[in-house]
């Protein structure tokens, strides 16, 4: 089945909406965290992810959308998470910080953005867990799905047979159909927190 990561970003009271998918059938919590320099938009800084982890129930699936990993690596010690995803694109030693994320017994995940050749991550496959394909152009949620992403996943699937395929970004109860063929983790934003019911659309893309 497919697992469901929220993502709270543009949820209006991040807290109150944790306190919610607490109590729902979501697998883990997707945090983004954004440093105004790798994408247009300042987001969850390290003091609020720190702040939302204590209301958390779900482990933590990190997305960092930021030119300077380690700066935030290095104070996520002994936390409930699951993955820490840091981008390909960022002009840093790769490979240094995937052992910094596992020196730290997390998960490790590499994020790749629409337009970055897919093959750029083939050298970090068997190194990672995890890959976050963007089904958007990060910064911001409630984007429309980009329907190409989905052939990454193919190509990344047929290469590598255990890998952990994750997507985000405008999905929605409309693609959760087709994309479920493909990936094993969905991360959802405005879809879930501008529910009403927040269950209830959890399990619509679950089902
Ligand atoms: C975008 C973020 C996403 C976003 C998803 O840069 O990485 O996690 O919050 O939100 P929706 O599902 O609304 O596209
Ligand atoms: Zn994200």
Redesign the pocket.
């Known amino acids: 089945m497919i697992k469901i990561s929220p ?1 709270i ?2 949820s209006k009271d991040r807290i109150e909406s944790i306190k919610k998918l607490n109590n729902t059938n979501a697998d883990y919590l ?1 945090i ?1 965290t954004m440093d105004g320099l790798f ?1 247009p938009n300042t987001q969850m800084p390290l003091e609020e992810i720190l702040e939302l982890e204590k209301h958390s129930k779900l482990p933590l699936d990190i ?1 960092l ?1 930021v030119e300077d990993p380690e700066k935030y690596i290095n104070y996520l010690e002994n936390k409930n998470i699951e993955y820490i995803t840091i981008h390909i694109e960022i002009d840093k030693d790769i490979d240094y910080l995937i052992n910094k994320i596992k020196s730290l017994n997390y998960k490790v995940g590499l994020s790749i953005k629409p337009n970055t050749e897919v093959s750029k991550l083939i050298p970090y496959l068997d190194k990672i867990d995890l890959v976050l394909i ?1 089904s ?1 152009e ?6 429309e799905f980009m329907p190409d992403s989905l052939e990454k996943a193919k190509y990344l699937r047929n290469i590598n047979k255990d890998i952990i395929l994750e997507i ?4 929605k109860d409309t693609n959760i159909d087709e994309v479920k063929k493909h990936v094993d983790i969905a ?5 879930i927190t501008n529910s009403t019911d927040y269950n209830e659309a959890i399990n619509k893309l679950k089902n």
């Open positions: 993502s970003l543009a997707h983004d994408v997305h959308m963007m958007v990060p910064g911001f949620g409630g984007q985000d970004g405008g999905i991360v959802v934003g405005s879809y």
